[in-house]
């Protein structure tokens, strides 16, 4: 067993009682439209600009910072003040810069103490995928490019409702690393959640470019819990994506757990939230998921322990003859469901992204902290 994966398997002993149950929270209607903003042009202009945009936050930080006093911050301000400097001399970071940023997170990751089940990761992993998941084929709109849910009305949509953690602390690391783009980081964090939560590697690059407001897309894009097979489809084949796609991104819900005050639903999918496993698929398949009787939005709970949950949209796995050949087919092999788990996750998160825009023209493979 590695090390990440030791780690990960000791945090799922996290008692379930040191989870605070939270006060109940409105439930976001959400819509789907088609509405699109008109999309700004994008080029390697921008992607300088960007980065020199970066470089003035840096020295921003730089000045900021370096009257503190404590260590801790003196220290912080020292890494910031070398990266604004870099930035400002029209630094160009290499793979090694980026493997800095990908270690970072994964202290950070670490770092989690008491919240949740002991892991930033399952947020961080959320985060990425929302700001890709806006992607619209059609149009070209949308997709990890620009991290416009910085910005409002993006950031206050009801689906990206609890995001703001993942993007405060995502913002502490960009202070660290100025050069380094929003869309970059958020799929980067993304990336290392993954890797260092025991699953695959995710084939990733860097290259995406800091946008404005305007480029933000209308509220609907991401999917609605609530819904059916139909809905799934409607929004992710907008995407670009076909069935076993659909059913392989959902085992990200291996991960993580529903907060009542962020989406309206509660709980885990599964007994290990913070290690990647196949788990979800087999609970689906192994467990007898009955409708939760509750003052809430309609979910399942397993019967046996009450203690897991599903979303209408995971149930309809089970349900959906196409989607549930390959929801079968990962809870037998778990090698495949990383396999296949590892390509999509890579796409979704490349989104938008024009190629040209890439640093190279093949997506690289970081090393997981512990490896040499
Ligand atoms: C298939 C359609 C999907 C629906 C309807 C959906 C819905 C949800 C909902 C309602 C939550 C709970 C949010 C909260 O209350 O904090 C959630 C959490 C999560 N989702 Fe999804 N999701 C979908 C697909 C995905 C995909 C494609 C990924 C990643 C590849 C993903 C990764 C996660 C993770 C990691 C969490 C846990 C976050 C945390 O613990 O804070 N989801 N999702």
Not at 67 to 93: I, L, M
Not at 292 to 315: A, I, R, V
């Amino acid at each position: 067993m590695s090390f990440a994966a030791l780690r990960t398997s000791l945090r799922r002993t996290a008692p379930a009682a040191a989870r605070a149950v939270r006060p109940a929270a409105r439930q976001s209607l959400r819509r789907f439209t088609t509405e699109t903003p008109t999309p700004k042009k994008s080029s390697n202009t921008l992607l300088y600009g960007g980065l020199g945009a970066a470089a003035i936050g840096g020295v921003a930080f730089y000045i900021y910072t370096s009257s503190s006093d404590t260590a801790k911050e003196a220290s912080s301000a020292v890494r910031s003040g070398a990266q604004a400097a870099k930035a400002a001399a029209n630094f160009v970071p290499t793979k090694a810069d980026y493997q800095k940023v990908y270690n970072r997170i994964a202290e950070v990751i670490d770092s989690a103490g008491e919240y949740d089940d002991g892991s930033y990761g399952p947020v961080l992993l959320r985060l990425a995928w929302h700001s890709s998941g806006t992607y619209d084929k059609e149009t070209g709109t949308g997709g990890s490019n620009y991290a416009t849910m910085r910005f409002d009305p993006e950031s206050k949509h009801g689906a990206n409702a609890g995001l703001h953690v993942a993007r405060g602390l995502m913002e502490e690391i960009k202070k660290e690393f100025p050069w380094i783009s929003y869309g970059d980081l958020w799929t980067l964090g993304g990336v290392t959640a993954v890797q260092e939560m025991g699953g695959p590697k995710i084939p990733w690059r860097p290259g995406r470019i800091d946008g404005f407001a305007v480029q933000a897309t209308p509220d609907g894009r991401l999917p609605d819990a609530t819904q059916g097979s139909d809905h799934l489809r409607n929004i992710f084949y907008r995407m670009g994506f076909n069935d076993q796609e659909i059913v392989a991104l959902s085992g990200a819900h291996a991960l993580g757990r529903c907060h009542h005050d962020r989406s309206g639903f509660d709980g885990p999918w599964t007994f290990s939230p913070t290690t990647v496993t196949n788990d979800y698929y087999k609970l689906l398949f192994d467990e007898k998921w009955v409708w939760k009787k509750w003052n809430g939005p309609k979910q399942l709970e397993d019967k046996k322990t009450k203690s897991l949950m599903m979303l209408p949209t995971d149930y309809v796995l089970t349900q959906d003859k196409s989607f549930k050949k390959y929801a079968k087919a990962y809870a037998e092999d778990q090698d495949l469901f990383f396999k296949d788990f590892a390509a999509v996750v890579s796409r979704l998160f490349e989104l938008g992204v024009p190629t040209a825009q890439f640093v190279s023209s093949e997506p690289w493979i970081l090393p997981n902290v512990d490896e040499k």
